[in-house]
């Protein structure tokens, strides 16, 4: 009898296989695989224009207020990759979103949204991994923004001052992802697939809370799949058609 895949093992044998999976032998018995890496896609123009006080992980709380934000409480978590597998240390991961209102932390956003702004929501939030190469954040499951039929999180990444990796999440299943402009973007199933988060209730939860987990490799792809959505550039025409997307 052969168990089913759980989302996480199904993910890394899609990377796997993705990224052609070539094995060759360095040394006797030595074997190597490379993952298919995370694809980029834009920034859109709502990375915050002023960088809140507060850019810790835990975005629900704003400084010392005892008053989360309003929302689905989603622990994200994951691991930051090289494509051999090798956990980046020291690599520092932004998200941001915007709030369960439908309102960015930019000033083009809030400002003219400000009676329906949220404040007891961060916005943003910071991480810098360690050995492991983990990162985790306390949000609120993303919300559909006018423009934008798919609920989405940001997500940068960056190393020793260069930036590695820009790109989103979106939620597995959710029907606006087939009328989203950036996320059909990503051409290939197979790499939508590196983008789409599951969100599971928590079962020691007692008020609600949801996890989602997803690993995000940074690298290079073998040539016969590489191209400019997988070397961390948004292409031309992409940029183009989302220039207006958040």
Not at 56 to 71: A, H, K, M, Q, Y
Not at 92 to 121: G, M, P
Not at 170 to 197: C, M, Q, Y
Request: glycine residues 8%; aromatic residues 8%; proline residues 9%.
């Amino acid at each position: 009898m052969h168990l089913p895949l759980l989302p996480t093992d199904r993910r890394y044998f899609l990377r796997t296989m993705a990224a052609g999976a070539a094995a060759w032998w360095t040394v006797p018995g030595a074997f190597a695989e490379e993952l298919a890496g995370t694809p980029a896609l834009t920034e859109g123009p709502f990375y915050p224009d002023n960088l809140p006080l507060d850019q810790d992980n835990d975005l629900i709380i704003v400084g010392d207020s005892t008053t989360p934000s309003v929302g689905e409480i989603t622990h994200l978590t994951g691991r930051i990759l090289s494509p051999s597998g090798e956990p980046l240390n020291n690599a520092d991961i932004e998200i941001w979103q915007c709030d369960a209102n439908a309102v960015y932390l930019h000033s083009a956003d809030s400002t003219r949204k400000a009676d329906q702004r949220d404040r007891n929501f961060q916005g943003y939030g910071r991480f810098t991994t360690g050995s492991t190469g983990e990162y985790r954040f306390r949000t609120i499951k993303p919300v559909p923004y006018p423009g934008r039929p798919a609920p989405h999180i940001h997500f940068k990444i960056s190393q020793n001052g260069h930036e590695l990796l820009t790109s989103q999440f979106f939620i597995n299943g959710f029907e606006g992802n087939k009328d989203d402009g950036v996320f059909l973007g990503i051409a290939d199933p197979i790499d939508r697939e590196f983008v789409l988060l599951d969100f599971v209730p928590m079962p020691d939860s007692r008020i609600g809370e949801l996890s989602a987990s997803m690993d995000i490799v940074i690298g290079s792809t073998p040539p016969e799949r590489e191209g400019p959505q997988r070397t961390g550039r948004t292409p031309t025409r992409s940029r183009r058609r989302s220039r207006r997307a958040e």
